[in-house]
């Protein structure tokens, strides 16, 4: 099939990889958002979905709005028989999901019609899920809501952060994607409509959201800080000052009061309101990322000093 894909960060680049080099399929551009200020200098750069693209000496269309003009005049042009679409960042109207006869199938990481949204792998981890996945489904107006053609499941690791995660089920998805358009093609995969039942939603999470609240239970600051590992970043103040925090051990036994920070030469202790978590690395505001014990030779902490 002649396909346009639609798609812009790291995450869709497995996708984007596996149907340039199906055999069956001919990806004859791509959609992605413009190009954005990114890094510490705030430079103009490319979404990695174009620069792969660009690579391949496809084409790259990247307009403010799927809904101008412009780009659906091109797209008419390109004549595509299905739009892919992985993380493309951005809605569809209906004029253009009108134009691909087979219309637009996204890859969604999660199992619909649980946690629709943007952020499924991350409240997947946060809510303590044992089991996610992705599913590829026919795009409507409603949200995630279309008919599902495919699934595939993956654990949920003690330790795994949502970007772990999600560059697990950004391979198993590619091939769960290419599989779809394959079985679409031929007649083979028909969509089913979601069950009406277990419909959760997963917005993304803010900045304020990912702030670690000390008087919950140690389970739940872990998982806050493995779902928002690496984004937007699990935070909390020390004296002040915004700490980043990294993946934590909870330390079974060892009590504290909740935000208590108590440092030894090896290892840096928070309290919760059951039992402690210990520290792995830290950024302070400003600064490179560093081990938690590094941190605390620096800033000392002293007797019931406590993060808040």
């Known amino acids: 099939m002649r396909l346009v894909f639609a798609g812009t960060p790291e995450t869709a680049l497995p996708s984007l990889r596996t149907l340039i080099d199906s055999p069956r399929h001919e990806v004859v551009a791509v959609v992605t958002r413009p190009d954005a200020q990114s890094g510490r200098g705030r430079k103009v750069h490319p979404s990695p979905v174009a620069e792969l693209a660009e690579e391949a000496g496809i084409e790259v269309l990247r307009p403010q709005k799927a809904g101008d003009p412009a780009f659906l005049d091109r797209l008419r042009e390109l004549e595509p028989d299905c739009c892919p679409v992985v993380a493309y960042g951005a809605l569809l109207p209906q004029s253009a999901l009108d134009v691909p006869r087979h219309g637009w199938i996204n890859l969604h990481f999660?199992?619909?019609?649980?946690?629709?949204?943007?952020?499924?792998?991350?409240?997947?981890?946060?809510?303590?899920?044992?089991?996610?996945?992705?599913?590829?489904?026919?795009?409507?107006?409603?949200?995630?809501?279309?008919?599902?053609?495919?699934?595939?499941?993956?654990?949920?690791?003690?330790?795994?952060?949502?970007?772990?995660?999600?560059?697990?089920?950004?391979?198993?998805?590619?091939?769960?994607?290419?599989?779809?358009?394959?079985?679409?093609?031929?007649?083979?995969?028909?969509?089913?409509?979601?069950?009406?039942?277990?419909?959760?939603?997963?917005?993304?999470?803010?900045?304020?959201?990912?702030?670690?609240?000390?008087?919950k239970p140690a389970m739940h600051v872990d998982r806050l800080v493995r779902a928002c590992t690496p984004n937007p970043g699990a935070w909390s103040e020390f004296r002040g000052q915004r700490?980043?925090?990294?993946?934590?051990?909870?330390?079974?036994?060892?009590?504290?009061?909740?935000?208590?920070?108590?440092?030894?030469?090896?290892?840096?202790?928070?309290?919760?309101?059951?039992?402690?978590?210990?520290?792995g690395e830290v950024q302070p505001q400003g600064k490179r990322l560093m081990g938690a014990v590094e941190w605390a030779r620096g800033v000392r902490p002293e007797g019931k000093e406590v993060f808040a």
């Open 243 to 279: 700490v980043k925090v990294g993946p934590v051990r909870v330390v079974s036994g060892e009590r504290l009061a909740p935000g208590e920070v108590v440092a030894t030469k090896t290892s840096v202790l928070v309290g919760t309101a059951s039992d402690a978590v210990e520290l």
């Open 110 to 215: 999660s199992i619909l019609p649980a946690w629709r949204g943007a952020a499924p792998v991350q409240h997947a981890i946060l809510h303590g899920d044992e089991i996610t996945g992705a599913s590829t489904f026919q795009i409507v107006k409603e949200l995630d809501a279309g008919p599902v053609y495919g699934v595939v499941t993956e654990e949920i690791r003690g330790t795994d952060t949502s970007g772990a995660l999600l560059e697990r089920l950004s391979v198993s998805g590619a091939g769960l994607l290419a599989a779809t358009l394959d079985g679409v093609e031929d007649g083979t995969l028909e969509a089913r409509p979601q069950p009406a039942d277990g419909v959760t939603i997963a917005p993304k999470i803010s900045v304020a959201d990912a702030r670690i609240d000390w008087s």
